[in-house]
C-alpha cells in the first residue's frame, strides 16, 4: 500500500459532512459496532474528539473545524480514523501527534463495558516505524468529561496510570508498531497505579516473528486484533488473537497482574464500570520507545528509534485504526 505525506488541504477535503455532537466542534464521523452472539452487530452512531490540548489546533477545544483536525494529523472515511504524526503546513513539517477519543450520538464519551468481553479493530501498522507508537488503549474517564468546561465534546477529562490529567486505570490493548507490539493493564487502587504494568511483548516472550514485517502476523499488512477480556464475574485472564487472510494466530495471554494496585480484578473493576477508547501516535524523546522496541522488547536499534531520525526518515508515518467492534465474546468476528 502507498502512502503520501498528509497535507492540511487533503484532509480538509475528506471530513466533509462532519457529525456535530451537542457542540459547536465538528467532529469527523467513523462507524463502530457493539456486537451480540444472539442479535449480531448494531451501527453505532459515532465520530472522534481531539483532546483538548491539540497544539496545532486554531480553535478552542469545543469549537475546532476540520481544518483544525486537518493540522492535527486526523481523517475519517466510514470505519477507518488515520492519525498522523506529522503535518506539512506550507513549508513546515508540524510533529501533531494527535491524541482522539470515541465520542457517542449524545455528546458523551462512548462508554465500553468490557468485562467478560471482546473489542477488536482491523490495524495498518505498516508505516509506523521503530520508535513510533501507534497506541489504542482504554482510559477510565468519565463519560460527560468531568465537568470540565465543554465537556466530553471538546475533548476534555484525559486520565490514566501515569497520572497525566489525573490517575486512573489504563488497559492499553495495543501500543505498537511495525517491529514491536505490547498489551498492557494498569490498574490503579485510587491514586496508587501500576505504572509499570503486567504487559505481554511476544518479542520479549521469545516469540521473535510473531509480530513482524512478513511474521506470523505480517505487519506490512492490514489485519485484525481481538483482545478478550475472560471473567464473568472478576477478570482472570487477558486473551489475544490476530486474524490476517482469514487465518487467526494466538498472540499470547495474560493471567495475572500486580495485586498492589488491583491486580487483574481491579483491572475487570474498570472495564465493568466502562471505560473510554483512546487512540494516539506519538514518539519518545526520552527513552526512543526502548520499552517497547530496542533490546528484549524488539528489534529496533536507539539511534533509528529517535524523533529526530523519525522525522527525516519517515515523515509520513501514520496508524489506520478501523472497523471497531465490541460486545460479546466471539460476536465481533463473526462472517
Not at 501498522?125 to 521503530?130: E, F, Q
Not at 468519565?142 to 486520565?159: F, I, K, R, T, V
Not at 494516539?280 to 529526530?308: F, R, V
Request: aromatic share 6%.
Amino acid at each position: 500500500m502507498s502512502f503520501k505525506l498528509l497535507s492540511i488541504g487533503l484532509v480538509g477535503s475528506l471530513l466533509t459532512g462532519v457529525a456535530v455532537a451537542q457542540s459547536s466542534e465538528q467532529h469527523p464521523p467513523i462507524t463502530t459496532w457493539k456486537c451480540t452472539t444472539s442479535g449480531g452487530c448494531v451501527e453505532q452512531n459515532t465520530s472522534v474528539v481531539l483532546d483538548k490540548d491539540s497544539k496545532y489546533a486554531q480553535g478552542s477545544a469545543g469549537s475546532r473545524t476540520t481544518a483544525d483536525y486537518a493540522a492535527m494529523g486526523v481523517s475519517t472515511e466510514g470505519d477507518a480514523v488515520t492519525l498522523y504524526h506529522y503535518v506539512k503546513s506550507g513549508s513546515t513539517l508540524n510533529p501533531a501527534s494527535p491524541r482522539i477519543y470515541l465520542l457517542g450520538a449524545d455528546g458523551k464519551y462512548a462508554l465500553m463495558n468490557l468485562l467478560n468481553q471482546e473489542l477488536s479493530v482491523d490495524v495498518d501498522y505498516s508505516a509506523v516505524p521503530c520508535g513510533e507508537n501507534g497506541a489504542f488503549y482504554l482510559s477510565e474517564m468519565e463519560p460527560d468529561g468531568g465537568g470540565s468546561s465543554g465537556g466530553a465534546a471538546a475533548g476534555q477529562g484525559y486520565c490514566d496510570a501515569q497520572c497525566q490529567g489525573y490517575c486512573c486505570s489504563e488497559m492499553d490493548v495495543l501500543e505498537a508498531n511495525a517491529k514491536a507490539t505490547a498489551m498492557t493493564p494498569h490498574p490503579c487502587s485510587g491514586d496508587n497505579c501500576d505504572k509499570a504494568g503486567c504487559g505481554y511483548n511476544p518479542y520479549a516472550s521469545g516469540q521473535r516473528n510473531l509480530w513482524a514485517t512478513g511474521g506470523s502476523v505480517d505487519t506490512s499488512k492490514p489485519f485484525t486484533v481481538v483482545t478478550q477480556f475472560v471473567g464473568s464475574r472478576s477478570l482472570t485472564q487477558i486473551n489475544r488473537q490476530y486474524i490476517q487472510n482469514g487465518k487467526q494466530v494466538d498472540g499470547g495471554s495474560i493471567s495475572s497482574c500486580n495485586d498492589g494496585t488491583g491486580g487483574l480484578s481491579g483491572m475487570g473493576e474498570a472495564l465493568g464500570r466502562g471505560m473510554v477508547l483512546a487512540m494516539s501516535i506519538w514518539n519518545d524523546p526520552a527513552q526512543q520507545m526502548s520499552w517497547l522496541d530496542s533490546g528484549n522488547n524488539g528489534p529496533c536499534s536507539i539511534s533509528e528509534s529517535t524523533p529526530a531520525n523519525i522525522q527525516s526518515q519517515h515523515p509520513d508515518t501514520h496508524v489506520v485504526f478501523s472497523n471497531i467492534r465490541w460486545g460479546d465474546i466471539g460476536s465481533t468476528t463473526k462472517g
